[in-house]
């Protein structure tokens, strides 16, 4: 296949597919390279750019998407005004913010930064495919984990979670803390980890974790988390987001 074959097929795939396609994919159905598929879609990139095209294509880590140029928002807007998504609240700005910052992270995590209880603001998120769940931490309860989607990149004209501009104001006070948290919750995963394999080969005395340990790391997390929500909320008591 030729270059400006390759150009045209890759051009057809983007377009047809409506949604982030990883260059992977790209590689496997046109049989060739990485280096040759992410030339070609640079190639394609400048092109749009430079004509100043009504689309543009944008990198999302290891995928390539087109999508509508953002001079020409307004007009789009106009066109589409009765399919115009609601904007953000601040209190799904906020939440967003720490899901991106801190990810992967537990809705228990960003209720302790923010004070409040973020149940329904997590639930919109989810729905609007801004996070997504990602799996559990490994600590007693099993708590859901969060973390950003493409289009949370996409929305915000990010290429990589590596463009993310950093947090203004962190104190050494807040770091310590957090990862002193950090700490805590893998060494309940160790713990939970050895407890498990102790179970499957039945060598009690050579895996010597008991229940008493783990509940003691379970109420050392606790206490680090207390500390966190005196550290980042205010001292009115927590209140619940309508």
């Not at 995928?63 to 009765?82: G, H, T, V």
């Not at 603001?121 to 931490?137: H, S």
């Not at 990149?153 to 463009?163: A, H, P």
């Amino acid at each position: 296949m030729e270059l400006k074959e390759v150009e045209s097929a890759i051009e057809g795939i983007l377009f047809a597919a409506g949604e982030p396609v990883g260059v992977e994919r790209l590689c496997m159905t046109l049989e060739i390279d990485r280096e040759t598929a992410d030339a070609v879609c640079q190639r394609l990139a400048d092109q749009y750019s430079y004509e100043r095209r009504g689309i543009r294509l944008v990198k999302l880590e290891s995928c390539y998407q087109l999508c509508s140029a953002p001079e020409y928002a307004d007009y789009i807007r106009k066109a589409f005004e009765s399919r115009k998504p609601a904007r953000l609240s601040q209190p799904a700005l906020e939440v967003l913010a720490i899901i991106a910052y801190y990810q992967p992270t537990t809705k228990a995590y960003v209720d302790q930064i923010r004070g409040v209880d973020s149940s329904y603001t997590v639930g919109l998120l989810t729905e609007r495919e801004l996070i997504e769940e990602c799996g559990r931490l490994a600590v007693p309860g099993r708590p859901i984990l969060y973390r950003t989607t493409q289009n949370f990149l996409r929305s915000f004209g990010l290429g990589s979670l590596e463009e993310l501009p950093d947090l203004p104001n962190a104190s050494a006070e807040d770091e310590q803390l957090t990862l002193d948290m950090q700490e805590n919750i893998t060494r309940l995963q160790e713990a939970e980890e050895r407890s498990r394999l102790q179970k499957e080969s039945g060598e009690e005395e050579e895996l010597p974790i008991t229940d008493e340990e783990l509940e003691a790391a379970a109420r050392e997390l606790a206490e680090q988390e207390a500390a966190a929500e005196g550290s980042f909320s205010a001292s009115e008591p927590v209140e619940t987001e309508e």
